[in-house]
């Protein structure tokens, strides 16, 4: 098999792939860790009602404020909503 080029530099530029790169790639599924794979696996069908997707435009500092609380901060958006109809009308 020809010696293949490094995919950087000296300088830490990443040169042009080429199709001869591309065939020794290999899927990630066979080079990823397991706790990786489980943590990018396919989610299965959802045990709870499944929500549904929508588009909402929110102010930037609601959308901060939740985004500063980490991850599942969409649910959280959800929960205060619930919240707010249990003793509001929209």
């Known amino acids: 098999m020809p010696r293949t080029r490094p995919l950087i ?3 830490g530029e ?3 792939l080429a199709t001869r790169d591309l065939a020794g790639f290999r899927p990630a599924d066979e080079v990823l860790p397991p706790a ?3 943590r990018l ?3 299965g ?3 709870a009602p499944t929500k549904e997707r929508i588009t ?3 102010s930037p500092d609601v959308v901060d404020a ?3 609380t980490g991850e599942g901060w969409q649910t959280r958006v959800d929960s205060a909503l619930k ?3 249990k003793s509001h009308r929209p």
């Open 9 to 11: 530099d000296a300088k």
């Open 14 to 16: 990443v040169r042009e």
């Open 36 to 38: 990786l794979k489980r």
């Open 41 to 43: 696996g396919v989610r």
């Open 45 to 47: 069908p959802q045990k």
């Open 56 to 58: 909402i435009r929110l």
């Open 66 to 68: 939740f985004r500063a």
């Open 83 to 85: 919240d707010w109809l």
